[in-house]
């Protein structure tokens, strides 16, 4: 069964800073990651999708990385802002079916 | 392109009453949509996977009489909590796909209280 863990569960940091959200999971038959934005009470926001082929994703100020054999994901912000203040999700699809497995999240905080 | 939408975006009712929340992809043919269920400060848990015209999957654990799930059109999934419960006061939304696309879109949400 996929088991998907993100660390750290909360990050705080001052605005400006480059920070990096980590995410596991267990097996490693994955059709593809994808990381997610959820703002305070409402729906997910796509951010990045990363093919099991592939092994980043880059945009804009985003970059998401994926090491498959060892079941890693990391996704990196850049000069970080208020405005990306939120949970962010990781999930992973398997090869078989098109369940996606989510992490419990990271919560973001940028201090201005 | 590949908008979902759900309505309502909140809804109160009284414990024992049932409730049905929409989900509909308004520019694409969804052939699967997924069901989830989001308690406060934890993930998204998949409750059920309905293909259209089939009737819908549901993961261990989630009663399926309870939360019934009808996917009649490709545009159009629709959960109904019944005889709904103070704990199933969660947020709940729903995602969908469709053949050739590599992933799910996920709609706004909609919040359920139970009183």
Known sequence: ?112 | GAVVSQHPSWVICKSGTSVKIECRSLDFQATTMFWYRQFPKQSLMLMATSNEGSKATYEQGVEKDKFLINHASLTLSTLTVTSAHPEDSSFYICSASALGLYEQYFGPGTRLTVT
Not at chain 1, 1 to 14: D, F, G, H, M, R
């Open chain 1, 1 to 112: 069964k996929q088991e998907v863990t993100q660390i750290p569960a909360a990050l705080s940091v001052p605005e400006g800073e480059n920070l990096v959200l980590n995410c596991s999971f267990t097996d490693s038959a994955i059709y593809n990651l994808q990381w997610f934005r959820q703002d305070p009470g409402k729906g997910l926001t796509s951010l990045l999708l990363i093919q099991s082929s592939q092994r980043e994703q880059t945009s804009g100020r985003l970059n998401a990385s994926l090491d498959k054999s060892s079941g890693r994901s990391t996704l990196y912000i850049a000069a970080s802002q208020p405005g990306d203040s939120a949970t962010y999700l990781c999930a992973v699809r398997g090869v078989y079916g098109n369940k996606l497995v989510f992490g419990a999240g990271t919560i973001l905080r940028v201090k201005s």
